[in-house]
């Protein structure tokens, strides 16, 4: 028996398999740090979670329209409204099972086998994965450290072509926790013009800036009629296992697309996870939660970004968003793979090799500081400290 062809191009999340990993090493008894899967230790916000179980108990466990709940795509809209400085409509708002299926759907409904889609390298491996499942060319964009993991403006001319069909922008990113300049932004919507691109804007991270202020594609003239936003309750809300996520279309016509591809593949996002993430938009108590999470979030990143600096080798970037640091680690004269092995291995630290998330990640690893308090991001890196000459002088 043989697998569909298009199987062989499906990629991978590696995050799972490494988490996988380090629980397999937690049950034989060792003391794991996890470093490597993009996850919060804070629960979610009581609200939200009362929301929810009001909405089991008064039996909101139907089906609902495959774009989602009403009333919570009138407060998402409200709220996108707000935030990009658009006028959002309701019509235009899809919920799904978590934010991946965005991606999966905007790409299935955007691009055809052969075309072209450009995608920001290192990058959220799904982009990738997915481009290449439908039988497109995923031409990949360089995001590089020195630049703050920016959009190399001429080298995206020089990538967009009459093929290119789809134009995909992660800004705060994944894994580099850098943020998009108003000049790339600007340079992404003016090339997409002029090639009629669509264009793709995971923000999934809109809500965990720590310096700045947040700007959207959506802010850019000319970008609104051709943009597909994503954003999503995971990381926000501290929700990842509720599967929440949702996206603003351009118009009613591509919500619908979107929509019926929900009503194809999973019928609809849980109803009551949705009254659940209602909660979450209309409570003002779970705006103040948010604020303490990411402000603690922020003390984590400077202590594991002041650790790492001081290992010999390292060079960080200090991300201003996201929960995530991409340390340049050629210093060490290893491999991405390397290191990773060497922290699981040696430190018990579990993270990720940069080549997690495409060719342009090697030099690279990822940690992720949302998962574990200070003192024991202090004590990671003290491991790291004891074992880091061990690493260096083999």
Known sequence: ??????????????????L??????????????????????????????????????????????????????????????????????????????????????????TVNPGDEVIYPNPGFPTYESVIEFVGAKAVPLEMKGESGFNFDIEELKQLANDKTKLIIVNSPQNPTGGVLTHESLEAITEVAKKHDAWIFSDEVYSDLVFEGEF????????ARERTIVLDAYTKTYSMSGWRVGYGL????????????LMNNSVSCAPNFTQWGALEAINNPAVDEEVAKMREEFKKRRDVLYAGLENLDGVACHLP???????????????????????CFDKANIAVLPGTSFGR??????????????????EEAIERLEKVWPELLNN
């Open 320 to 342: 201003s968003a996201a929960i995530y640091l991409f340390p340049d680690i050629t210093g060490t004269g290893r491999s991405s793979q390397e290191i990773y092995d060497f």
């Open 215 to 222: 700007e959207s594609i959506l802010s850019i003239p000319d």
């Open 20 to 109: 996988a990993r380090a629980k397999e090493a937690e049950r034989a008894g060792r003391d794991m740090i996890h470093m490597e899967i993009g996850d919060t230790d804070f629960s979610t916000p009581q609200a939200i979670t009362e929301g929810a179980i009001k909405a089991l108990r008064e039996n909101k466990t139907k089906y609902l329209p495959s774009a989602g709940l009403r009333e919570l795509r009138e407060a998402l809209a409200e709220k996108m409204s707000k935030s990009r400085n658009v006028d959002a409509k309701p019509e235009e708002m899809v919920i799904t099972p978590g934010g991946k299926p965005m991606i999966f759907y905007t790409i299935l409904a």
């Open 360 to 377: 342009f990640g090697e030099g690279y690893i990822r940690l992720s500081f949302a998962n574990n308090p200070v003192d024991r991001i």
């Open 1 to 18: 028996m043989k697998f569909a062809d298009r199987i062989s191009r499906l990629g991978t999340e590696q995050a799972f398999h490494v």
């Open 249 to 260: 279309c351009p118009n009613t016509e591509m919500a619908d697309v979107i929509a019926n």
